[in-house]
């Protein structure tokens, strides 16, 4: 007999631990498929200092170690595998991997998202030491300093008018010679005597070693190439859920993301949805925590609805 979870959380971010602590508390059997890169957003962030309960702030890896230590304390199984195709279509339900297939009687989705970048040799090499994309995650350490954002959304507005409340000075670096955010958005941003912008223009390079210190600029019009002095550089080009897996199977909205039926149940009922891959406002730790402790709660009373113990369980 092939051993049948009570959940399969697909996801290793804040709320697919939370979800493994909660459901793993109530005496489901829970297997977590981590990915293999375990871990979630938070592992290119260098410090958070904005969840509850540490006073002195955390680095990001730290933290997850610890909510991967508290799953497994209550008894998740964890694998370091990434899933490659999912069968919802009969329960108990089929998740493979590229090294096997796991069963469950239910689903956690908590793939999250991933922010757009530019795709630079030198952006990734300063990933968390002066490059960032998450303002409200990184503006505090950003006191006093001169910083950029790129993008020329809402998303680019709003971030570089929370970042004055930090940085010294603001640039807004634009690749078109118009923006796409809304009139209320750019109005905010232009009568903000901090904020400043470059349009037609492109970063091409990140300029440093162990920090920012620069930017190298291409206008795209005439092609000419400039330096620009910044010790931080916030992309706001957008997040991308990561749900390429479930298109055609899970509802999701026009950007990809995860549409919930039911608080986190998806239209699939015994699959639920929890984290960033549903969220494409909040996106933050905190936020995808709760969602994973919803999630594990929504499962356990379907399961209990449905007649079924929540204990571990084998089946045929």
Known sequence: MAKIYGVIIIGSGPAGYTAAIYAARSNLSVLMLQGYAAGGQLMLTSEVENFPGFEAGILGPEIMEKFEGQARRFGAEMLPEDVTAVDFSKRPFTVTTDMGEYQARSIVIATGASAKWLGLPSEKLLQGRGVTACATCDG????????????????AMEEATFLT???????IVHRRD?????????????????ISFMMDSEVIEVLGEDAVTGVRIRNTKTGEESKFDTQGVFLAIGHQPNTALFKGIIDLDEAGYIIPSEYTMTNIPGVFAAGDVTD???????????????AAIDLE?????????????NWN
């Open 165 to 171: 409340r930090y940085a010294s000075h603001v640039t």
């Open 280 to 294: 494409h406002r909040y996106r933050q730790a905190i936020t995808a925590a709760g969602d994973g402790c919803r």
């Open 178 to 194: 118009s923006f796409r955010a809304s009139k209320i958005m750019q109005d905010r941003a232009t009568k903000n005597p901090k």
């Open 140 to 155: 505090f350490f950003f006191k006093n300093r001169d910083v950029i954002v790129i993008g020329g959304g809402d998303t």
């Open 301 to 313: 009373r379907w399961l209990a609805e449905q007649g079924e113990d929540v204990g571990v369980e």
